[in-house]
């Protein structure tokens, strides 16, 4: 069955639990969360001092998300940070790769018409391509800024690192640049709250998003058994594109952190 229309922008729900409308998009995001946690339960249930199969996959995996998080966020704050770092980037890989998995947007309840069945409610719906998924993770990441960048100056701190004059200022340049600060000071507020958390979500949405109406319309383009080989390439691109937003998000919040728990002497 195959959909002739652009893919929706927003998710379709299925059905009810209570209140809780349950959308095609939360259903891929439990089914790849199991999978997940399955995996890695299969790596490390009976762990190896010399690591072999799927154990010495996940040790790799993780040994290299450390040391590239370790080089960007130092060795003081990377236990605190990489948990969920490096959680996000395989979760987001996870699902912007199940995405690309034939029947993701075309199998689902629609009409038959002249041209064909037209899904009008897809069962599968790619995770990443539901906006709600993506500013769950960039409220979340925010979250956990606002924690580690309370630990890493406390509240006093916290507030001078904002809105303090920086460079070690005095006398009457320092009462004319105060105004300075502060004013620069309200727009880090508004950034740290509103920009960032709009331009994770949306930077991932948009190309996932635009990614699956791209295989969409390629696959209404060129019909079958030409679409096979004519989607290949775009399959290629996708698992690259796939990758690439898993890295953008993780290494921007890493970027974000460093920046929120640097000190004044280091980054001079």
């Keep these: 069955m195959a959909a002739e229309h652009a893919i929706p922008t927003h998710a379709e729900p299925l059905f009810d639990i209570g209140p809780l409308a349950v959308t095609n998009s939360m259903m891929v995001t439990w089914v790849v969360t199991l999978a997940i946690v399955l995996v890695v339960q299969a790596g490390t249930r009976r762990v190896r001092l010399a690591p072999t199969g799927l154990q010495n996959v996940l040790e ?3 040994e290299s998300l450390y040391e590239m998080l370790e080089g960007i966020i130092g060795p003081d704050f990377i236990r605190r940070t990489f948990p969920f770092l ?13 995405g690309l998995v034939p029947g993701f947007g075309t199998i689902g309840w629609g009409v038959a018409g002249e041209h064909g069945f ?5 069962l599968l719906r790619p995770t990443n391509a539901d906006v709600n998924m993506t500013m769950s993770m960039a409220v ?9 960048y309370y630990k ?18 005095r006398g009457a340049i320092l009462i004319v640049l105060v105004p300075v600060f502060m004013f620069v000071g309200v727009l880090e ?18 190309n996932v998003f635009a990614g699956d109406n791209l295989l969409e319309a390629m696959n209404h383009i060129v019909k079958f058994p030409l679409d096979v080989l004519a989607l290949l390439p775009f399959y290629f691109l996708e698992l690259l594109v796939g990758i690439v937003q898993a890295l953008v998000f993780m290494l921007l919040c890493a970027a974000f952190t460093t920046a929120a728990i640097m000190h004044e002497e280091e980054g001079h």
């Design 60 to 62: 790799f995996v993780v």
């Design 189 to 206: 507020l508004i950034s740290i709250f509103f920009v960032r958390p709009l331009g994770l979500s949306v930077r991932l949405f948009g």
């Design 152 to 169: 890493a100056h406390g509240a006093v701190g916290a507030l001078k690192h904002l809105f303090a004059p920086k460079g070690g200022m």
């Design 140 to 148: 979340t990441f925010t979250v956990l800024w606002l924690f580690w």
């Design 118 to 122: 037209t899904v009008k409610q897809p």
């Design 86 to 98: 490096a959680t996000v980037f395989l979760f987001i890989l996870a699902c912007n790769w199940t």
